[in-house]
């Protein structure tokens, strides 16, 4: 599958406000750290009125817990503390955000499919549309039934993407 930075995001670039919400099945493992990796760079960048940010799943069954332990702990070692709360999808979130961040391929057919307009259906992109490395991965591969190594890939994958996402939104190309 060939990469593509989608049009939406470009489009973003020369708003005041930019609502990103990134989500995966549980809430607990990819999104979460998405939600905690992007702020770190929007802290870094000093963009933090600019950005409002959050995450949630497509799968209520975790809803209230904290992320994973293990991605909680492969997190923290880079120097991250994911605070978030898992929280299902809600259909308000297609008006309250302008970007909704898909981790893999499932997640943004069901996004998409779930968009009540066809504007709606534009905020839906791919993660890994926004990484220039790892050309072997496709998506952002859910970890929860890998060891340490599916964990810190999916960082590896957020930090560079998440980067780049950033750069996209605040740079008028
Ligand atoms: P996530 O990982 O979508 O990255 O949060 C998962 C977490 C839980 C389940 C699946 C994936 N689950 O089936 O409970």
New binding site residues.
Partial sequence: MKREIPEVARELAGKDKVRILFV?????????AAEGVMQAVVDNNRANKRFKLDSA?L?G??AGELP?RR?RVHAFQRGYNLTHH?RPVRMSDYDNFDLIVA?DHSNYDRLRTMAPTLEDERKVVRMIDFVKGFPQCDCVP???YDGAEGFEL?LDLLEDGCVNLFDILSVKQ
């Fill in positions: 995966c099945l549980g809430n607990i493992c990819r999104s979460p799943g799968y069954g975790h994973d991605m898992s981790m859910d970890p929860y999916v």
